[in-house]
């Protein structure tokens, strides 16, 4: 498979699932949301937009319910796609990855996503920014890397 051209520092997402996971923190708010959007392996290209249950059902932690996460993987795999954002809410501090969220981070080629509903931005009439960051978690350390949204990917 040919490799991607958006490998790097940055996370190229398109409009309708950037809006897909800004929904869903809402949604969730108090809790925190959680989720993954898969894509063809190797492509780097967020594709298919998978809200998951946050089974800790907490406001200041989130949970793959162990079960749930097996048949994603093994659909995945079906379908050769592989987690390209792994994405989670905070719904009273900052978007960026908490030390357990570093501990927890096993896929060095996803983008970890954070939204923050702090502030009121978990109301869907709230019209200021939403704090919508990616980062790249690879044996505890944390970059954080640009995110583009696009209304479509170019064609390849």
Same mark, same amino acid.
């Given at each position: 498979m040919r490799r991607s051209p958006y490998r790097?520092? !940055?996370? /190229?997402i398109d409009t309708a699932t950037y809006e897909a996971i800004v929904d869903h923190a809402r949604r969730?708010?108090?809790?925190?949301a959680c989720g993954v959007v898969a894509g063809p392996e190797g492509s780097d290209?967020?594709?298919?937009?998978?809200?998951?249950l946050?089974?800790?059902m907490s406001p200041t932690f989130y949970e793959f319910d162990s079960g749930d996460l097996f048949r994603l993987y093994k659909e995945?795999?079906?379908r050769d796609e592989e987690p !390209?954002? /792994?994405y989670h809410s905070h719904t009273a501090t900052e978007a960026y990855p908490s030390r357990t969220d570093i501990n927890l981070a096993q896929e060095p080629g996803a983008h970890y996503v954070l939204v923050s509903t702090r502030d009121g931005?978990?109301?869907?009439?709230y019209d200021g920014p939403v704090e919508f960051r990616s980062y790249r978690i690879i044996d505890g350390e944390v970059t954080e890397e640009e995110v583009q949204v696009v209304a479509?990917?170019?064609a390849e």
């Open positions: 790097g520092g !940055v996370l /190229i969730d708010h108090p809790d925190e290209r967020p594709a298919r937009f998978i809200p998951m946050n089974a800790a995945m795999d079906s !390209v954002v /792994i931005a978990d109301s869907p009439s479509a990917y170019p």
